[in-house]
């Protein structure tokens, strides 16, 4: 056991190591100048973890992130002030790194050797494995503000605790995402508690926003299978014990801009199935349209 743990220990530290130096130009998360998100990563598999399991569990965490940032990326020349242009922007690019992370490491932990492109670019909409509050459209910029908010709150929740994760290269990932989200809650909240506390209208927009958000978080903490046996090996959360961190910090924004807790009715699965397993809303299918079309237009084009 003492053996396990500090080789487990040697090989966190080497992957944080090479992540940080992989990552130091400020323009990876575009792809520019490698083609390998984990060049130079030790991404060898813990004993007993299964590389199945653990790759369709960063498939989920990765196509949470995809999909979000390309929800994001829509406020380009959108946003009411070009500094909430950059940040938005910035936290875009935050969540598209973390997506190019996770979609690789997926590669490497089921043997194929998939890229991220593969499965970005080449899965159809029910291989996709994200929750369904990332596919929804922004209707405003209050909209936006409930958004980042919930789904920042519950992410870095989520990946907080998997800092922890007996994967090295897993808590790598987690502990340079943990920065990055920390930001976006931040962001948030301070649009969430401005606008709540604002004018009539703005008040009105941000309950509005909220209201529409609340529907689709109760599938948030419903953990999958694969995360569910993941997290008895120490490779994974169990997203039901992210709840009260998530109940909290809610809370306490919404107090601060004078706001409730929605109360809305979650939106139904089928037969138990929700995002994690495959099935979507509407949305993800036009989203899909758009991000993948160039890439099926033209396999084989590399830029």
């Not at 043997?111 to 990332?134: Q, W």
């Not at 920042?152 to 007996?166: F, M, N, P, V």
């Not at 994974?236 to 919404?254: H, I, M, N, Q």
């Amino acid at each position: 056991m003492s053996t396990h743990r500090a080789s487990s220990t040697t090989n966190a530290g080497n992957a944080y190591q090479a992540l940080a130096e992989a990552h130091d130009d400020a323009r990876w998360a575009f792809g520019t100048g490698f083609d390998d998100p984990l060049s130079g990563v030790d991404t060898t598999l813990p004993d007993d973890v299964p590389g199945g399991k653990l790759a369709e569990y960063c498939l989920m965490l990765g196509d949470d992130a995809l999909i979000a940032a390309h929800r994001l990326q829509e406020w380009c020349t959108n946003a009411p002030e070009l500094e909430d242009e950059v940040a938005i922007a910035n936290i875009s690019l935050d969540l598209l790194g973390q997506a190019r992370l996770l979609l690789a490491r997926a590669g490497r932990a089921d043997g194929t050797g998939r890229s991220e492109d593969h499965y970005a670019y080449f899965r159809d909409e029910h291989e996709f494995r994200n929750v369904r509050l990332v596919e929804r459209p922004h209707t405003d910029f209050a909209d936006l503000a409930a958004f980042l908010l919930l789904f920042g709150s519950w992410r870095l929740a989520l990946l907080g605790r998997l800092t922890g994760a007996r994967d090295p290269v897993l808590a790598a990932i987690a502990g340079k995402a943990v920065k990055e989200l920390s930001y976006h809650r931040e962001y948030a909240a301070g649009w969430v508690v401005r606008l709540g506390d604002g004018t009539e209208l703005s008040r009105r927009r941000m309950i509005a926003a909220l209201d529409r958000w609340w529907p689709f978080v109760d599938e948030l903490f419903h953990g999958h299978p694969a995360e569910i046996q993941l997290a008895t090996l120490g490779v994974a959360v169990d997203p039901a014990y992210l709840r009260g961190e998530f109940d909290t910090v809610l809370a306490s924004v919404l107090s601060a801009g004078r706001l409730s807790v929605p109360d809305g009715a979650p939106v139904a699965g089928v037969a138990g199935r929700t995002g994690r397993h495959g099935l979507h809303t509407e949305a993800l299918g036009g989203i899909l349209t758009e991000l993948q079309g160039l890439a099926r237009a033209h396999p084989e084009a590399t830029w």
